[in-house]
């Protein structure tokens, strides 16, 4: 209660406790059905209903009845508080009983119907207000969660161990979950910070906790009532919540409060014995409403639902990343084995999916080829725009990445095209990694035939790329081509088009709309906000201008007179890079798989120019590297993990070309090697 006006007649209720049992189930549920209920006198006569059952012999079900009398129970407890008249707005909160607006009059009242529509009114919009509050602040907590696992991630990877750093990992955890003490718990080993029990008391706790809370977070604000030996040491800690933290119930990080004396003010005694009344076995509506004060003893502050929200996450953090125990050797190799059979899995099913996806690319695109030639560039085209998605994706360390980038990525793909033919509006759009690889081929898709067929096939053509904003959250994509040849509606659907139509659709449940006016052809798609993370101002574009890499004729006199040498250890890979390497004129290439093999070619052969895979498997291609720098032979890298592959040191200017690569690719490589000498 916050406030009340007093006539002189009754006591003052502000700042009482009433007893849930003073509400009995059945009101509540009358409470949550009928939103509005009105007494306008509780001396008002009542008048029987006849017949008291409906045709098949129920009782009538007067719940949703404005005229309804209230329970003789309830006008009696009405008249022992003084109160001649009442109305009560129920506030529901997800289809549940929150909590009321008793209004009490102490001479009957009439309500006109505009003060009653007005009431129920305010009701819902303060049961609406409540739960955007009480959702805002669940949001709050959601945010602050997430931010500390993000820190224990940054922690672990790092390399830094929590337990090592105990008391500045719980003070994070205090920013989340306030707290009096923690102890962490683990495999035997006691680690303790603030007010908590000794290493003895809490050996105790934590083999009543295997039996109470194994498995989920548990909590309790007064630990004595369920543990009577922490009565003992209360004055240390009077509540707690416990994270187990192991697949074994015997290591935990145990957040403690401590004791917080309180004065409860009731009306009437709460633990009043219950009174059977005149009418059989009802509760007798209370009599007394003095003022009954209670201390209560062994409670903490009780822990919210919030915070036990932000506990499980942090526990679902902590089991599955963070705490890696010290078992004994056999252990250790029972939970790699393990742990290595569920990565096996997992390669395996990614792995499939990948395979899979290749293999509808290859079977999809055969149909607009024309010759075996064209069909293995639209595959490539097609995997190659996967993988510059995946670049850019990796490069933020698998976070959401900006859509501007990835449709810069994919005009500089085309040589052909001034970038400035490409323009792009509004705010860029951080996407989901799952969703930027499905818009990577939807743009290389718009991308690929805007350069054969569209605006970008001519000149003066040029593309208009707006990106707003929804209201929902959601990400609205509209391109426009302009300026080129006249299009008109094609006779029939390829592959590429429908990956433009189907795919935001069907794997991002989105939508695609794509017209084909004459001035040119305009889509129009909507990304839905789980896949946006959020908006942002757009980077300025560096406007560098495409080059085209240099020709094979430009460096086959200065390289391919001698041997190329090609370290890779994967046979089919390096045949590849053997048929573009032919093709630039080298007749003369010799495969390498290790680095010994590579350093007997170097003995025995004139290589003058090298193409190292940095990875082999068992081993770096880092010394083929040094060898070749000795000998000022040039040469380049290939890698998997594209330019973070050894970029520091010596090999900081080497150029990289990421797999899967193109023979565009390798010719820029080569240009720029030869431009600035490794």
């Known amino acids: 209660m916050i406030a009340e006006s007093l006539n002189g007649m009754v006591d003052s209720f502000k700042g009482l406790h009433f007893p849930s049992s003073d509400i009995p189930a059945q009101a509540r549920k009358l409470y949550t059905r009928n939103l509005l209920r009105i007494i306008s006198d509780v001396d008002d006569p009542t008048v029987p209903i006849y017949p008291t059952t409906g045709p098949n012999g129920d009782p009538l079900d007067l719940s949703m009845s404005g005229l309804r009398a209230v329970s003789p129970i309830h006008i009696e407890y009405l008249r022992n508080m003084g109160v001649k008249a009442s109305m009560s707005v ?16 102490y001479s009957p009242l009439t309500l006109s119907y505009a003060v009653r529509t007005a009431s129920e009114l305010f009701g819902e919009f303060f049961a609406y207000l409540l739960e955007q509050k009480e959702t805002d602040f669940a949001l709050e907590k959601r945010d602050q969660s997430t931010r500390l696992h993000d820190e224990i991630m940054a922690r672990v990877a790092s390399g830094g161990s929590l337990l090592e750093a105990f008391d500045e990992f719980t003070e994070s955890i205090g920013h989340v979950i306030p707290f009096d003490g923690v102890v962490g718990w683990v495999d035997g080993r006691f680690l303790s910070h603030g007010s908590t ?81 005149p009418n059989g076995a009802r509760l007798t509506p209370r009599k007394s409403f003095e003022i009954w004060k209670e201390e209560r003893r062994g409670h903490a502050r009780p822990w919210t639902d919030e915070e036990i929200s932000a506990a499980e ?12 125990l010290s078992d004994a050797a056999h ?38 080829a024309r010759t075996i030639d064209e069909f293995a560039q639209i595959v490539g085209s097609r ?36 970038m400035d033919r490409v323009v792009i509006e509004g705010p860029d759009a951080l996407v989901a990694p799952s969703a930027f690889t499905t818009l990577a081929l939807v743009f290389h898709e718009l991308m690929t035939n805007s350069c054969k067929y569209g605006a970008l096939s001519v000149p003066e053509g040029h593309v208009k790329v707006t990106l707003e904003r929804s209201d929902d959250g959601s990400l609205e994509i509209d391109w426009r081509e302009e300026g080129g040849p006249p299009t008109h509606e094609p006779t029939r659907r390829g592959f590429g088009s429908t990956i433009i139509e189907r795919t935001i659709p069907h794997e991002l449940n989105g939508s695609a709309s794509v017209i084909f006016p004459k ?20 980077g300025v574009p560096l406007h560098e201008p495409a080059v085209e890499p240099p020709a094979p004729s430009d460096f086959r006199s200065e390289l391919a007179s001698g041997a190329a040498l090609i370290v890779e250890d994967n046979v089919i890979i390096a045949m590849e890079a053997e048929d573009v390497l032919r093709g630039f004129g080298f007749t003369d290439c010799r495969i390498a798989g290790s680095v010994a093999s590579a350093l007997g070619v170097l003995q025995d052969a004139d290589v003058t120019f090298a193409m190292l895979d940095v990875n082999l498997g068992q081993g770096t291609s880092e010394p083929v590297a040094h060898a070749l720098r000795e000998r000022g ?20 200017g080497v150029p990289v070309v990421t797999k899967p690569y193109g023979e565009r690719d390798v010719r820029s490589a080569i240009g720029r090697v030869l431009k600035k000498p490794a």
Not at 90 to 105: N, P
Not at 519 to 538: K, M, Q
């Open 331 to 368: 252990v250790e190799r029972q939970q790699a084995s393990q742990q290595q059979d569920m990565l096996i899995a997992e390669l395996n099913h990614r792995v499939r999916n990948i395979l899979n996806l290749i293999r509808g690319l290859v079977s999809q695109s055969k149909e607009g």
């Open 90 to 105: 129920s506030i529901m909160r997800r289809g549940k009983l929150w909590g009321l607006m008793a209004c009490h009059h």
């Open 197 to 277: 029990p000794g290493k003895q008391e809490f050996a105790g706790l934590a083999r009543f906790l295997n039996t109470a809370g194994a498995s989920a977070i548990w909590a309790t604000d007064n630990i004595g009532a369920l543990y009577e030996p922490a009565r003992e040491w209360v004055d240390k800690a009077a509540g707690l919540l416990a994270l187990p933290v192991s697949r074994r119930p015997r290591d935990y990080i145990v957040l403690f409060r401590n004791e917080a004396l309180r004065e409860v003010r009731w009306a009437g005694n709460p633990e009043k014995p219950v009174e059977l009344g």
């Open 313 to 324: 996450a942090l526990r679902v953090t902590l089991l599955e990343v963070v705490l890696r």
């Open 383 to 418: 995997i190659h725009a996967l993988a510059r998605a995946h670049d850019l994706v990796t490069r933020k360390d698998w976070s959401p990445s900006p859509v501007y980038e990835l449709i810069r990525t994919e005009a500089a793909a085309y040589t052909t095209i001034d």
């Open 519 to 538: 001035e040119g052809l305009h889509a129009l798609f909507l990304i839905p906000g789980d896949h946006v993370s959020g908006f942002e101002t757009p």
């Open 633 to 652: 032979i040039p040469f380049i890298f290939a890698s998997g993990y594209g330019d973070r592959a050894l970029q520091s040191g010596a090999f900081s």
